[in-house]
């Protein structure tokens, strides 16, 4: 039994997650992917179309795509949707002009349909009333039984209480 454990646990800890890089050009989105790629700073040029990386972090494997931020090349960004498991919206601090255009860019891509539907564990949680249970420790852990996706870190609050009570 442990050992089809183990190789479940394997399974779906080395899987990889899809991470879209995205914000108005310039914002520092290729500089961020070659900091976790290479832990350095990259000198780079515009993106014309996307950057994609793998960076594995504890033996999780995500492909990064740094997508261009050039306005003609926004409306091109939900082709990049599918199987988005994270979104990381890079944002220049400086750039107070633009910071509307940010928003506006944020609210168009959280609209898209690739984007909707799912509630969220705080949604969970609240519908089902889990802060009134107070004799029972209890997690929730937002997950995908198709992709694995947040499987392992549910499997880890279990280790985690091992020994707690």
């Known amino acids: 039994m442990g050992l089809i454990f183990a190789k479940l646990w394997s399974l779906f800890c080395n899987q990889e997650h899809k991470v879209i ?5 310039n914002a520092g989105k290729t500089t961020i992917l070659y900091q976790f ?5 990259v000198h780079t040029s515009p993106t014309i179309g ?10 999780t494997h995500f492909l990064m795509w740094d997508i261009g931020g050039q306005e003609s090349l926004r409306s091109s960004w939900n082709t990049y949707y599918t199987n988005t498991e994270f979104i990381i919206l890079v944002v220049d601090s400086i750039d107070r002009e633009r910071l509307a255009i940010t928003k506006e860019e944020l609210y168009r891509m959280l609209a ?14 609240k519908y089902l009333t889990l802060s009134s249970i107070k004799d029972h420790p209890w997690h929730i852990q937002s997950c ?22």
């Open 144 to 165: 995908c039984a198709l992709t694995g996706e947040g499987l392992c870190q549910g499997l880890e609050w279990m280790t985690s209480r091992i020994g707690v009570r």
């Open 112 to 125: 898209h349909e690739d984007m909707k539907g799912c509630m969220t564990a705080a949604e969970i949680s």
């Open 50 to 59: 996307s950057n994609v990386e793998e960076i594995v972090v504890k033996n």
């Open 37 to 41: 790629l290479m832990n350095e700073v």
């Open 21 to 25: 890089i995205v914000g108005l050009d």
